[in-house]
T-cell receptor
Framework: AQSVTQPDIHITVSEGASLELRCNYSYGATPYLFWYVQSPGQGLQLLLKYFSGDTLVQGIKGFEAEFKRSQSSFNLRKPSVHWSDAAEYFCAVGTGNQFYFGTGTSLTVIP | DADVTQTPRNRITKTGKRIMLECSQTKGHDRMYWYRQDPGLGLRLIYYSFDVKDINKGEISDGYSVSRQAQAKFSLSLESAIPNQTALYFC??????????????FGDGTRLSIL
């Protein structure tokens, strides 16, 4: 069965520090992978997606993610976090008919 | 995403009441979805529709029903609301690409409280 695991429920980083949010997936075929961000009171906004090709994908707001098939991972990174990045982040896998979302990682940014 | 509009944004109601949440989109997408979000559980799929004549159950469809009135409209109903249906509900849309895995675009959500 397909599933998405985000092992970190909550992460706190200092402004200007680097960030990595972890995502592992379980899916038998070629995965279509996504990262979304949810700010308080808002819906989910797409940060980036991986369909095929280059395993390092660039997204909006300075985020990037790397697909590693051998580790079934799709970790999200940002070199220098801004206070406005505080939000909840969701990893998702698309299987053709449906999306499966992880349980989310809440990011707090401290000055 | 202003292209996907959910109404109402907030609703408080009582156990046993019938409730309808509405979603409309101007993105021209064929595919529409309803999710609920609960703390610590992420988003779970309730129903999805790939066109006007297509309705499919998701992971947690019990206690819910949907209607796809037009390409642009997809409503979610709780026939007899119960307190454990208190949650944040999201509508989403996506285009149908060759891969079938086009990104989903979300509304701002409906916060539903059932007393």
């Amino acid at each position: 069965a397909q599933s998405v695991t985000q092992p970190d429920i909550h992460i706190t980083v200092s402004e200007g520090a680097s960030l990595e949010l972890r995502c592992n997936y379980s899916y038998g075929a070629t995965p279509y992978l996504f990262w979304y961000v949810q700010s308080p009171g808002q819906g989910l906004q797409l940060l980036l997606k991986y369909f095929s090709g280059d395993t390092l994908v660039q997204g909006i707001k300075g985020f990037e993610a790397e697909f590693k098939r051998s580790q079934s991972s799709f970790n999200l990174r940002k070199p220098s976090v801004h206070w406005s990045d505080a939000a909840e982040y969701f990893c998702a896998v698309g299987t053709g008919n449906q999306f499966y979302f992880g349980t989310g990682t809440s990011l707090t940014v401290i000055p | 995403d202003a292209d996907v509009t959910q109404t109402p944004r907030n609703r408080i109601t009582k156990t046993g009441k019938r409730i309808m949440l509405e979603c409309s989109q101007t993105k021209g997408h064929d595919r529409m979805y309803w999710y609920r979000q609960d703390p610590g559980l992420g988003l779970r799929l309730i129903y999805y529709s790939f066109d006007v004549k297509d309705i499919n159950k998701g992971e947690i469809s019990d206690g819910y029903s949907v209607s796809r009135q037009a390409q642009a409209k997809f409503s979610l109903s709780l026939e007899s609301a119960i307190p454990n249906q208190t949650a944040l509900y999201f509508c989403a849309t996506s285009a149908q690409g060759l891969s079938g895995n086009q990104p989903q675009h979300f509304g701002d959500g409906t916060r539903l409280s059932i007393l």
